[in-house]
Nanobody, 116 residues
Framework: QVQLVESGGGLVQPGGSLRPFCVVSGSSFSSYRMAWYRQTPGKLREFVANIISGGSRSIYADFVKGRFTISGDNAKNTVYLQMNSLKPEDTTVYYC?????????WGQGTQVTVSS
């Protein structure tokens, strides 16, 4: 059983940075397509970014291109989301996801709040 535990969210001013991370246990994250999504209550979950093949390829949603970077550390079995130039509209809960055919795991989420 794979478990995902997110942390590293918090409160930051507009233009600031945060680096949420997702610790993976039960399997190597390189065996999965690892992704970050975000969801505000009452709204659909949004794709943010993903990495595959242990981090050799990554894809980003248009609204985070140039601001967010997804990466993985194989030694720590951890996936990171470096968030720069944060905007108030980035405020929401961010979720880590591990997916491969037949498996789909989610973390509990970490809150990111961008406010002055």
């Amino acid at each position: 059983q794979v478990q995902l535990v997110e942390s590293g969210g918090g409160l930051v001013q507009p233009g600031g940075s945060l680096r949420p991370f997702c610790v993976v246990s039960g399997s190597s994250f390189s065996s999965y397509r690892m992704a970050w999504y975000r969801q505000t209550p009452g709204k659909l979950r949004e794709f943010v970014a993903n990495i595959i093949s242990g981090g050799s390829r990554s894809i980003y949603a248009d609204f985070v291109k140039g601001r967010f970077t997804i990466s993985g550390d194989n030694a720590k079995n951890t996936v990171y989301l470096q968030m720069n130039s944060l905007k108030p509209e980035d405020t929401t809960v961010y979720y880590c996801n591990a997916y491969r055919t037949g498996d789909d795991y989610w973390g509990q989420g970490t809150q990111v709040t961008v406010s002055s």
